[in-house]
C-alpha cells in the first residue's frame, strides 16, 4: 500500500496538517502536499476512471502531464470539474470527488465496456449507430450523451472573482527551473526588462530531486541564492504559481497565475490572467518522462519513475512497499536509488537493453539493487492496484520468465522536451535520434516582424537533456536574447549512457497483450488500436488522432503522443521523422474560463453605454432601446399613452415644428495622416480624397465580398484629417475594421485612427424650426447661405463649443451639433429653453425610423443582412466609376452578385392602408422541392406613418425597381394575407425641398 514516510519530504510542512475529503471520506495532508500526493499519502491509489472503457485508474505522473488524477474539486458554487490532482495545492478543508463512474468509483456499472472491449475498438462510432435510422433519436443519442463529458458542470455562479493583467517586457522566461533561472539572471545582470514565471509554487524543477550540484554546492542551495540575486535586480520580476499558456505573434504572451487557487475565499482574485508583450520569449518549460507500453500499464500504481521519485523526495510519499522499475535509460536508476535510501525495496530493475554500463546503474548493484538487462514487463497484474508483474525478454514475443510480487510500477521510456510554447507560433521541430525525441530546430524558430527569432529554446526543452548541458544551454539562451554576460556555472551529475528507444514491451508482443497495452490512459487507446488505424487507411497523424482519440484527451496526449506516432511509424514501415507530429496549440494547460472572462461578469459583462444625456431622458419618460451596447430612448411618453401614439405625437413634431434626437451614439472615428484620403479612398465606395475642407459626403462601407457594411457621412475636418460617422452598433467594429487592414495589408501607409465616439455629445435639432432655435442660442451663422446643406463649421453656440453638421436623416431642415461629453446634458437643455416657443419636443428611435423610412433612407441592419449590396439598394450612385479599386469591388463583380434577377429595394404600400408584419415573405406562384410556397421578395422595413396617415413599407424583391405598380402577397402568422403594391421608396418630398431651407 502506498504510505506516508515517516521522515523526509523537501517541500511539505509536518507542523500544519491539513484535512480534506474525497468522495466524502475524511483523509490528512500536509502544507506543501498536492492533492495527489495526499491521497497517496492516504494509500488511494484508485482516484478515477477512464473515459471508454470506466478502467480503474490511478496517479500515473506529478505535473501537468497527469492524465488520470482528475477531480471536481469544491462545492456549490466554488465547483470545478477536471481539476488535476497532480497541479493541486491541498488546503484544509478541501473537498473533492473522483469523476466518470456510477453508482461508485469502487464499484462502478461503466466497467462492463471493458468487457466488451473488443467490440468497441477505436473509431467503433463511426461504424454503429447507424442501423434503424430511428433508433439514433430514442435509443443512441440519449445513452451518447450520457456517458458523454468527465466531470460535471457547475450549476451555481462562481463565488469567486478573476482579474487581468498586462506586462510589458525585453525577456520573458517560462520556467521556473534550473535553466529558466540560469537565463532570466543572464538577460536581468544584462539591464534587459525580464520577466519570469514559474508554473509551480516552488523553484528549480527537477533538479534539486535529481541530485545535481552546481558550482560545488547542492541545486537547492543555488536555486536559493539565485533567486535571491533575482529578486535584488530591479528590472526582474518573478512570479510563482503562473503557467504561460500560449504564445501568439508579435511576441504576445497569455498566462495564468493561480493567485488563490490554495487559499479559496480570502478576497483575493483566484486567478489573474497575464496579456504580455515580449521583445524575446525564453521557453524554458524542461521535459515529460514518456511511459513504456506494456500490458498492463493503465493499473493504478504504475507510474511514470520521475513521478515516483518526486512523491518520495518532496513529499514523503511511497508508492508501495515493493516498487519494480522498468526503463530503457539510465534516469529510471535514480528513482530505484531513491526508493532504497527510503528504506523501501526494489525487487529488481528491468533494463531493456542489451547492457547497462553506466555510473547509475553501477550505484544501483553497489547498493544491492538487482538489476536485469534485456528484460521487459510481458503483463502487470492486478486489477484496482497491482498485485505483480511477469517478466519477460524485450527481444522475444512475452514468454514469461519470472512473476515478482510488487505494489508499485516505476516506468521510464526516455524523455520528450516539451515544445509546445516553441511551436504555438510555428517554431519547426527536428528528430533526435539520440534521445528519440522531436526538439526544437534552432534554425526554424518562430519568427518576430523583423525576421528575428522570436522563441528561443532553452535547457530541456531545447533537447539538452543532462544536467550539465542544461545550464550551459540555458546560459547561451539568455545571452542571445539579450548580451553575453560571463561564463555559465558548471552543473555535475552521474554521467548516463545512451538510452535506448523502445515503444512496446516486448518488441514482439503478440495482439493478445497490444491490446492491453495502453497510449492514451484517458481516451483508452491502445497499441492495437493505431495499429488498426493503420490498417485502415489511417495514414496522416492526424487522421489518426481523431480515428483513434489518441491526444485528444484533457492532457492533449503530453504522455501518449511520441509513442502513439512511433508505433504509427512502425505500422507503416516509416520512419518517426516522416510520420511528423499532430499540431500544439494553446493553451498548453487548460485556462478557466473565469480567467478568461476576468471581471466582465454580472453587471459589467457587457458594460452598459450610456450618452452623457441618460439620466435626462430617464427623468423625462424614456422607454429605453438596447442599440449595441448603447441604451438609447425609443420614445418618450407622456401620462397614460401608448408608445405608439408617443412616436405618432413625435413624428409630427418633428415635421411641423422641430425635434431634438440624442445623436451621440452615433460612431466617430477621426483618420489622419498623410495617406488617409488614400486609405478612406480603399475604405469606401466613393472617393473621398477629393473631399473640400469643410464639407460632407456620404459613404458605403463595404467587406471584401462586396456586401454592405456600413454607411454614414464622411467629413473632411483638414488637409490630412477626416471624421468618418458610423451607425450606433457599429462603431467599435468598423474601427477594428479599419486597424486591421492598416495593420495587416496596408501597415506601411502613414494613416492614424482614433475611435472618439464617446469624447463628444451629439444632439440633431430637426424640422421646419431647427434654424430659428439656433438662431436663439445665437453665436454661429447657420443661413443657408453661410452653411448649406453638406457642410460643417466650427463656432459657439449658447456659450457652447460646438461643430455643426448641415445633414439630415429625416429630410427636414436639419443640424447635427457635437459638443465635448462634459458639456452635452447641459447643450441639451439649453436647446429645449430655447425651442420651448418654436413647439420644441425630444424624439426617440422609432420615431427616427419612420421618418427615414418616408424619405426612403436604408437602415444597415434593416436593409442589410450581410448578403446585400449597395447595388440591390440602389446605391449605385455612391460607388464611384472613376476608381480602380475599393474594398468590396470584385466582389460586387462576380456572376452571382451581377445576376438582374437579384432581389433589390422598392417601396410597398397596402392596398387596404394597413401596415404589413416585419419580416413577412413575398410569395409567388407554385412550391419548392419540399412543398413549400415559392418567394420573390421580403419586407425589410414596415411602419405606419402619421404623416401620411397609411401603412408604409420598403422590401427587397425580385427585380423589385422594373415591376412598379405590381400588387404581391403576403401570407400572415396566424391565417390570411396582406396585398402591397410595389411603388417608389421615397414617400415623401422626394424632391428634397424640405432639407435644403
Known sequence: MSARLAKGGRLIDRSKAHRFTF?????????????????????????????????????????????????????????????????????????AESQNHWPSLENDIGVVNNYAARFLPAGFYYKTFLQPRAAWKHVFEPIVRHSAGLGKAPKDRDADRYEQAYAFCDVLVIGGGVAGLQAALVAGRSGARVMLLEQTAHWGGRAPVDGVEIDGQPADAWVKTTVQALEAIENVTLRVRCMGAGVYDHGYVLAEEKVADHTPGDGRPKHRLWRIRA?????????????????????????????????????????????????????????????HQAGLSVPVILDARLTAPGALPEQARKLGIRVETNRAIAAVKGGKRVKSVAICAQ?????????????????????????HLWSHCGGKLIWDEATACFRPDAARPPLNHDGSAMVIAAGAANGALLAADTLADAHRAGEAASKPTGDAPKATAAEEAPMEAVWLMPQGAPVKLRAKAWLDYQNDVKVSDVQLAAREGYESVEHTKRYTTLGMATDQGKLSNINGLAVLADALNEHIPQVGTTTFRPPYTPVTFGALAGEARGEIFQPLRRTPMHDWHDAHGAYWEPVGLWRRPYCYTQGGESHGKSVHREVLNVRNNVGLLDASTLGKIIVKGPDAGRFLDMLYTGVMSTLPIGKCRYGLMCNENGFLSDDGVVARIDEDTWLCHTTSGGADRIHAHMEDWLQCEWWDWQVWTANVTEQYAQVAVVGPNARKLLEKLGGMDVSKETLPFMQWADGTLGGFRARVYRISFSGELSYEIAIPASEGRAFWEACLAAGAEFGVMPYGTEALHVLRAEKGFIMIGDETDGTVIPQDLGLGWAISKKKADYLGKRGQERSFLTDPDRWKLVGLETLDGSVIPDGAIAVAEGKNANGQRNTQGRVTSSYHSPTLGKGIAMGLVLRGP????????????????????????????????????
Not at 527481444?395 to 515544445?419: F, K, Q, R, T, Y
Open 23 to 95: 468522495n466524502g471520506k475524511w483523509m490528512r495532508g500536509f502544507e506543501g502536499d498536492t492533492l495527489s500526493a495526499a491521497l497517496l499519502a492516504n494509500d488511494q491509489m484508485l482516484v478515477g476512471r477512464s473515459f471508454k472503457y470506466h478502467r480503474p485508474r490511478g496517479i500515473v505522473a506529478s505535473g501537468p502531464e497527469e492524465p488520470n488524477g482528475l477531480v471536481n474539486l469544491g462545492k456549490g458554487e466554488r465547483l470545478e470539474p477536471n481539476q488535476r490532482t497532480t497541479t493541486t495545492e491541498l488546503f484544509d478543508g478541501l473537498t
Open 279 to 339: 521583445g524575446r520569449i525564453i521557453a524554458a518549460t524542461g521535459a515529460i518522462e514518456r511511459p513504456l507500453s506494456f500490458a498492463g500499464n493503465d493499473i493504478p500504481g504504475v507510474m511514470l519513475a520521475a513521478a515516483v521519485r518526486d512523491y518520495v523526495v518532496n513529499f514523503a510519499v511511497s508508492p508501495g512497499d515493493r516498487t519494480v522499475v522498468v526503463t530503457n535509460n539510465d534516469d529510471a536508476y535514480r528513482t530505484a536509488i531513491a526508493l
Open 395 to 419: 527481444a522475444g514475443e512475452g514468454a514469461v520468465l519470472e512473476e515478482i510480487a510488487c505494489e508499485a510500477v516505476a516506468m521510464s521510456g526516455g524523455w520528450s522536451p516539451v515544445v
Open 962 to 997: 422594373d415591376r412598379m405598380g405590381e400588387v404581391l402577397e403576403f401570407p400572415k402568422i396566424g391565417g390570411g394575407s396582406v396585398k402591397a403594391r410595389i411603388v417608389d421608396q421615397v414617400f415623401y418630398d422626394k424632391e428634397g425641398a424640405k432639407q435644403n431651407v
